[in-house]
């Protein structure tokens, strides 16, 4: 951050018109009583005496060019609410407004000073009223002193006599400071004071002069030229003065008592009937939305400002407007924007609301008292009416909620049961599967048992066969010769051979009765083989499943007689064959 400020061209603007109108000379100094006066009423003495220290290097007992962009930077930065600190003094900001300065720089001109004249159009004022004298806005200055500004502003509670000393209705200035006070904070600044004195005067020359919706560009920069207009000038309260008298009218006539807001109940019930009228979709939805959206200050009640904002927003509704899902800046009525940014409401809030009040009570015969009350008791009434309905449907609607909570627990309770059914039936499908898994596991463990068995057994008749074969032979035969026993060999050896085949065409025949009993059996998918799989895939197959699920290894032995047996008919092409077709 570089040491020494560096000011903007309206900063230097401003800085040299100061330095000329107190007539600083060829070295450019300000004496401290003539800062101090045109300092004067800008802010609070304590905060000035803040800003001279920091803006006079050295206790000088002036102020330098440098020093005087300093101080009008910093009370500027202070105007806006921004503590006095050190490093504001390079943030540049907008010149500061200086009542004095203004005062005296309006009674600086002349009476032969050209006058800015402007051709009168709807919107450059109110109603081809003239322009802002210079004498008017030095005049205003003066008094805007004379009540000791703080910061700057002159609240609305100081000033208040002042403008009713002009003679004006509560209702004229109640109307007038909505449009001066267009920053929606309670107070004035020095332009809005001209501005409001401007009115007052005009109105007063003028009584049915109708003031503006908003202050018109060319007469705030008469005002006050060298600040910048405000944007929010140009966002108005969107409610029309025709708007708002046809909604106090309403609003009168269900108030009959001037409480000065209506009940949450009747508010709705208000809403729901014309919304009936209009033939909106759904006007319970529509009135409960509108109440929601303006969120009033105090709870289940309505001033008639805001009464104003709830019928602008049904109008809207009716005609397809799009339903906001907040209350926007230009619906909000001024006095809430007040309340809301810690600011005061209209100061000719309570004053008007008496006048009417006595208005009212003063115009009332027998008559009409009698029919006041009568009203009185129909709003009583519809209200009592309107809550029985609210209740009667608040209970229906407990009621469809307890059925449809109920109802959802009864089906949360049949899920329940119909799944603790399902998994039952899991189960027990699970326990037959295993349990027929185990009987043909068992089953099969029983017939390799008993194919060993009778292997074993044809075996060891052959083998006793043999022996008593040979046998025989030893005992009862004589020397036989060489060619008499090549002749009896070749015949034993056809015999085995015969015995062989015999053995085996007996094996196979148990073999194909096998497959038809374990056809159900996928010895492809035991090996984990497709079924077009050749000899060596089978092979290959085989030894990794019999490393995998071999009983040395923890693997079952049932398991492992399965592979094996697997192997066995997959490997031998006629069984292969017939197990194929089996399975087809």
Same mark, same amino acid.
């Given at each position: 951050?570089?040491?020494? +400020?560096?000011?903007?061209?309206?900063?230097?603007?401003?800085?040299?018109?100061?330095?000329?109108?107190?007539?600083?000379?060829?070295?450019?100094?300000?004496?401290?009583?003539?800062?101090?006066?045109? @300092?004067?009423?800008?802010?609070?003495?304590?905060?000035?005496?803040?800003?001279?220290?920091?803006?006079?290097?050295?206790?000088?007992?002036?102020?330098? $060019?440098?020093?005087?962009?300093?101080?009008?930077?910093?009370?500027?930065?202070?105007?806006?609410?921004?503590?006095?600190?050190?490093?504001?003094?390079?943030?540049?900001?907008?010149?500061?407004?200086?009542? @004095?300065?203004?005062?005296?720089?309006?009674?600086?001109?002349?009476?032969?000073?050209?006058?800015?004249?402007?051709?009168?159009?709807?919107?450059?004022?109110? *109603?081809?009223?003239?322009?802002?004298?210079? %004498? !008017?806005?030095? !005049?205003?200055?003066?008094?805007?002193?004379?009540?000791?500004?703080?910061?700057?502003?002159?609240?609305?509670? $100081?000033? =208040?006599?002042?403008?009713?000393?002009?003679?004006?209705?509560?209702?004229?200035?109640?109307?007038?400071?909505?449009?001066?006070?267009?920053?929606?904070?309670?107070?004035?600044?020095?332009?809005?004071?001209?501005?409001?004195?401007?009115?007052?005067? %005009?109105?007063?020359?003028?009584?049915?002069?109708?003031?503006?919706?908003?202050? +018109?560009?060319?007469?705030?920069?008469?005002?006050?030229?060298?600040?910048?207009?405000?944007?929010?000038?140009?966002?108005?309260?969107?409610?029309?003065?025709? #708007? =708002?008298?046809?909604?106090?009218?309403?609003?009168?006539?269900?108030?009959?008592?001037?409480?000065?807001?209506?009940?949450?109940?009747?508010?709705?019930?208000?809403?729901?009937?014309?919304?009936?009228?209009?033939?909106?979709?759904?006007? !319970?939805?529509?009135?409960?939305?509108?109440?929601?959206?303006? /969120?009033?200050?105090? +709870?289940?009640?309505?001033?008639?400002?805001? @009464?104003?904002?709830?019928?602008?927003?049904? /109008?809207?509704?009716?005609?397809?407007?799009?339903?906001?899902?907040?209350?926007?800046?230009?619906?909000?009525?001024?006095?809430?924007?007040?309340?809301?940014?810690?600011?005061?409401?209209?100061? @000719?809030? *309570?004053?008007?609301?008496?006048?009417?009040?006595?208005?009212?009570?003063?115009?009332?015969?027998?008559?009409?008292?009698?029919?006041?009350?009568? &009203?009185?008791? #129909?709003?009583?009434?519809?209200?009592? %009416?309107? &809550?029985?309905?609210?209740?009667?449907?608040?209970? $229906?609607?407990?009621?469809?909620?307890?059925?449809?909570?109920?109802?959802?627990?009864?089906?949360?309770?049949?899920?329940?049961?119909?799944?603790?059914?399902?998994?039952?039936?899991?189960?027990?499908?699970?326990?037959?599967?295993?349990?027929?898994?185990?009987?043909?596991?068992?089953?099969?463990?029983?017939?390799?048992?008993?194919?060993?068995?009778?292997?074993?057994?044809? $075996?060891?008749?052959?083998?006793?066969?043999?022996?008593?074969?040979?046998?025989?032979?030893?005992?009862?035969?004589?020397?036989?010769? %060489?060619? *008499?026993?090549?002749?009896?060999? !070749?015949?034993?050896?056809?015999?085995?051979?015969?015995?062989?085949?015999?053995?085996?065409?007996?094996?196979?025949?148990?073999?194909?009765?096998?497959?038809?009993?374990?056809?159900?059996?996928?010895?492809?998918?035991?090996?984990?083989?497709?079924?077009?799989?050749?000899?060596?895939?089978?092979?290959?197959?085989?030894?990794?499943?019999?490393?995998?699920?071999?009983?040395?290894?923890?693997?079952?032995? #049932?398991?492992?007689?399965?592979?094996?047996?697997?192997?066995?008919?997959?490997?031998?092409?006629?069984?292969?064959?017939?197990?194929?077709?089996?399975?087809?």
């Amino acid at each position: 951050m570089p040491s020494v +400020p560096m000011f903007s061209p309206e900063e230097k603007a401003f800085i040299d018109k100061i330095l000329k109108s107190v007539d600083a000379g060829e070295e450019q100094i300000i004496e401290g009583n003539a800062a101090k006066k045109i @300092f004067r009423a800008s802010l609070p003495p304590e905060t000035l005496a803040k800003i001279w220290h920091l803006a006079d290097k050295g206790d000088k007992g002036f102020l330098t $060019r440098l020093d005087l962009g300093v101080a009008l930077r910093l009370i500027s930065h202070a105007q806006f609410g921004v503590q006095v600190q050190p490093r504001f003094m390079h943030i540049p900001v907008p010149p500061p407004t200086l009542p @004095f300065y203004e005062l005296s720089r309006k009674r600086s001109y002349t009476s032969k000073a050209p006058t800015r004249t402007r051709s009168a159009s709807p919107s450059a004022g109110p *109603s081809n009223g003239p322009e802002i004298t210079r %004498e !008017e806005c030095a !005049e205003s200055a003066r008094l805007f002193i004379e009540h000791n500004p703080v910061n700057g502003r002159v609240k609305g509670s $100081r000033i =208040r006599d002042l403008f009713l000393h002009s003679g004006l209705s509560s209702e004229a200035l109640y109307e007038l400071w909505d449009l001066v006070d267009f920053d929606y904070i309670g107070s004035l600044d020095l332009t809005q004071f001209i501005l409001a004195m401007h009115f007052i005067r %005009e109105k007063t020359l003028r009584p049915s002069l109708i003031l503006p919706r908003t202050i +018109p560009h060319a007469l705030y920069h008469l005002a006050l030229p060298s600040r910048p207009m405000p944007r929010s000038i140009d966002k108005p309260w969107i409610i029309s003065p025709q #708007d =708002r008298r046809l909604a106090d009218e309403q609003f009168d006539y269900w108030d009959p008592v001037c409480r000065g807001y209506l009940q949450r109940d009747l508010v709705l019930i208000i809403l729901i009937g014309y919304a009936r009228q209009l033939e909106m979709p759904e006007p !319970e939805a529509i009135a409960v939305q509108i109440w929601s959206m303006l /969120d009033p200050e105090i +709870p289940d009640q309505l001033d008639r400002d805001g @009464f104003a904002v709830a019928l602008k927003v049904l /109008d809207d509704t009716a005609i397809g407007k799009p339903f906001p899902p907040a209350l926007p800046r230009t619906y909000t009525p001024p006095n809430w924007r007040r309340e809301r940014h810690g600011g005061s409401k209209n100061p @000719f809030t *309570s004053m008007l609301e008496r006048e009417r009040k006595l208005r009212r009570m003063s115009d009332l015969d027998a008559d009409s008292i009698r029919a006041r009350n009568q &009203r009185l008791l #129909d709003i009583e009434r519809a209200i009592q %009416e309107f &809550r029985k309905e609210q209740e009667l449907q608040e209970r $229906r609607r407990h009621e469809v909620a307890r059925e449809a909570r109920e109802a959802d627990e009864k089906r949360q309770e049949d899920l329940a049961a119909e799944e603790k059914r399902q998994e039952e039936l899991e189960a027990a499908r699970k326990a037959r599967e295993q349990a027929a898994r185990k009987e043909r596991e068992e089953v099969l463990r029983r017939e390799r048992e008993a194919h060993r068995a009778r292997q074993e057994r044809e $075996r060891m008749r052959a083998e006793r066969a043999r022996r008593e074969r040979e046998a025989r032979r030893r005992d009862s035969a004589p020397a036989e010769d %060489e060619s *008499s026993r090549k002749s009896r060999e !070749e015949r034993e050896e056809k015999e085995e051979r015969e015995a062989e085949a015999q053995q085996k065409a007996r094996e196979e025949r148990r073999a194909w009765a096998n497959l038809e009993q374990n056809r159900w059996k996928d010895y492809y998918k035991i090996l984990g083989v497709a079924r077009d799989a050749d000899d060596a895939t089978i092979k290959k197959a085989h030894r990794r499943e019999s490393l995998k699920h071999h009983p040395d290894k923890g693997g079952s032995e #049932d398991t492992f007689l399965l592979i094996q047996e697997a192997r066995e008919i997959l490997s031998n092409t006629t069984l292969r064959q017939r197990y194929d077709a089996l399975r087809e």
